[in-house]
């Protein structure tokens, strides 16, 4: 019988949910180390791992996630770990999401999907929500399940319904009550797991993959599998609650350079990267905006307005972070470790979502009309119960800034170098900022000491003996990650392990000796002094290996080409009235081949021109 809504009820549970935040190791592969340095990050133990630090290459930087799944752990313990915990929720009414996340190449889509004889998180999940839905079934004969699957890519900024492949661009909608809709999105009623295997195998090869240097199916969307369970009451008051499962499978962080992307695949790049740059963004507002005054750019690309439940709303998440061990993807892996740092921060506020229906008359729906379950909760509600950035609201306890904590130093890191090349006007604001941060910093460090070690679940800090002065370098007796030489030049007898001190010669941004610049950039993430930044202008380039000053340049180039206005005021020395120039440059004469050409927009001159690719390099850098 049809039900007409009388009413929908959004129960907020008293507890907040933090993003829990795997890591997964890929096995490292030969033929991803042509020069054969061996591997630059290595666990320590189940929540621990280590990675060589490029600012110095006798230290390591150390990170502490929910879980660190090594290079030996197994398609089951990732998910027996990290997913099937949350699965539970979707029968109650309320939302849960997981999603990989990860450079090219590191074992997302391995991981998320898997293969026939190693299937991944995936089919283990929705098995998974077939076997609660039996079991409830046997223990509670008051409520009817019903279960359903969408499958949706996100490519080039399109919504694609990989379920009817000719469907085009699909629109992204949001009804009063925030949730999110796709209309037109094809959503299957599913009665076994063999039927949704029949379901979506056929439609995971309509996604997007192609080869690239450094994967050979290289997946070119971000793929989102929603599993959605709606139970219904049977009582003449039917209640009727919808949870979500969002599976959520990422195209790669790309650098061009790397995967040797032309033509195609770098317009696909393109739009990867800059949905994936929003996502942090998205992120970074989520983690470092708790005062609930920050905006969160949700509406900058598609994947983050359809993940808007899954950071900072609704949904129990987690997210496994793919890294590969190869030296060749060392600063993939320390940007993609930053970024899983930062989103351990960020707080959901689950809810159930349940619909009070009474039997009437016929009432049509379309698909995708708003239903309980829906995706989202006022939008209030969820800003004041935005988590403040350094209390731990599942257990009140102030969660400790340890005095090596990446947010805080590579964002202090960041202004340092800022100041550097700011015009005057602007250094007064940034001098302010860096004085909080400078306040945070040491208050961090009182309240570390006093925290014991169980409690330091940190986002991650650097181990160092010049900064921890009586803790060994390498914990656990573990030998140190020792970087092999590079075998491309040498035969196979000259293969000998170097010492950690030779590998600073190795050390990807450090190329000469410490120069004043650099012992003041150490100064500034070791000591934190009090004096004036009073560092020369000229020559810093010269300071920074060529890779990655190019690899900054793209990244600079990529947002002036592709960025919307948000983004470009996102740059460094970028306001309103420059982003709207480059935006009209943009349209009279296309792409910019090369930052230099910014010259021709009225009022950047040379000199502005410096300024800004100097302050976006160190910055981008920095964070
Ligand atoms: N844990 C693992 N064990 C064994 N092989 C793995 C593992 N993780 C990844 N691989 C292998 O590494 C290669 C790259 O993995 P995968 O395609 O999953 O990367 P990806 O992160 O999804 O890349 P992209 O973003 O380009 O799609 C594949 O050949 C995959 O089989």
Redesign the pocket.
């Known amino acids: 019988m049809a039900a007409q809504r009388v009413g929908e009820v959004a129960k907020a549970t008293k507890q907040t949910s933090r993003v829990r935040v795997a890591v997964?190791l890929?096995?490292y592969?030969e033929k991803q180390d042509d020069k054969g340095e061996g591997a630059c990050v290595r666990g320590l133990d189940s929540q621990t791992l280590e990675i060589i630090n490029w600012r110095n290459a006798t230290e390591t930087l150390q990170y502490q996630f929910d879980a660190f799944h090594d290079?030996r752990?197994t398609q089951q313990e990732v998910f027996l770990s990290s997913v099937k915990p949350i699965l539970p929720h979707i029968l109650n009414g309320q939302n849960a999401s997981v999603f990989?996340y990860?450079?090219?190449?590191?074992?997302?889509?391995?991981?998320m999907l898997g293969?026939p004889e190693l299937p991944g998180v995936i089919p283990r999940a929705v098995r998974e929500v077939f076997n609660l839905v039996k079991n409830k079934g046997k223990q509670e004969d008051a409520w009817d399940y019903s279960i359903s699957m969408s499958y949706l890519e996100i490519y080039n900024e399109k919504v694609l319904d990989l379920l009817c492949p000719s469907a085009q661009d699909l629109p992204i909608r949001e009804d009063k009550d925030r949730n999110i809709l796709i209309p037109g999105l094809t959503n299957t009623p599913l009665t076994s797991f063999s039927d949704f295997h029949a379901q979506f195998l056929p439609a995971s090869l309509n996604r997007t993959?192609a080869s690239?240097k450094?994967?050979?199916?290289?997946?070119r969307s971000h793929a989102i599998l929603l599993i959605k369970v709606v139970r219904t009451q049977r009582a003449a008051q039917q209640r009727v609650q919808t949870g979500k499962l969002y599976l959520v499978?990422l195209?790669?962080s790309e650098d061009n350079r790397r995967t040797g992307n032309k033509g195609i695949r770098l317009k696909e790049s393109g739009a990867i990267n800059l949905s994936l740059f929003t996502l942090s963004k998205v992120v970074d507002a989520l983690s470092t905006g708790g005062s609930g005054t920050a905006r969160v750019p949700y509406r900058d690309s598609k994947l983050t307005r359809l993940l808007q439940d899954s950071l900072g709303g609704s949904a129990h998440s987690v997210m496994i972070t793919?890294i590969a061990p190869e030296y060749t993807y060392y600063f993939d892996t320390y940007t993609a470790l930053n970024f899983a740092a930062k989103s351990k921060q960020v707080v959901n506020k689950p809810f159930v979502r349940e619909t009070v229906t009474v039997p009437s008359t016929q009432v049509k729906r379309s698909r995708e009309e708003p239903e309980a379950g829906g995706s989202g909760e006022p939008h209030k509600k969820r800003i004041k119960d935005r988590k403040k950035p350094d209390t731990d609201e599942t257990t009140g306890q102030a969660q400790p800034h340890s005095p090596t904590d990446p947010s805080v130093l590579s964002r202090l890191m960041a202004l340092e170098k800022l100041l550097m090349g700011t015009p005057v006007k602007e250094r007064l604001k940034l001098h302010r900022e860096i004085q909080e941060l400078k306040a945070k910093q040491k208050e961090s460090v009182g309240n570390s000491k006093t925290l014991t070690e169980s409690v330091t679940a940190t986002t991650g800090h650097v181990s160092g003996s010049r900064l921890e002065g009586d803790s060994p370098l390498f914990r656990l007796h573990l030998p140190p990650i020792q970087r092999k030489q590079s075998t491309a030049a040498r035969s196979k007898k000259q293969q000998a392990i170097v010492s950690p001190l030779q590998v600073v010669q190795l050390c990807p941004v450090v190329k000469k000796p410490p120069s004043c610049l650099q012992k003041q950039k150490i100064q500034a993430v070791n000591e934190v002094p009090d004096g004036k930044e009073n560092i020369s202008d000229g020559g810093w380039e010269s300071h920074l290996d060529k890779v990655v000053l190019d690899q900054s340049r793209d990244k600079i180039l990529q947002v002036l080409n592709s960025g919307s206005f948000k983004d470009l005021k996102g740059l460094q020395l970028i306001g309103d009235k420059k982003a709207k120039l480059i935006i009209g440059w943009r349209e009279i004469h296309g792409s910019f081949t090369q930052l230099e050409d910014l010259t021709q927009i009225v009022g950047i001159t040379s000199k502005i021109l410096s300024s800004f690719i100097k302050a976006n390099i160190l910055s981008s850098i920095g964070t």
């Open positions: 997964r890929r096995p592969m290079e752990a990989a990860g450079p090219t190449g590191a074992g997302k889509t391995h991981t293969v993959t690239t450094l994967n050979q199916r290289s997946s499978d195209a790669g793919n």
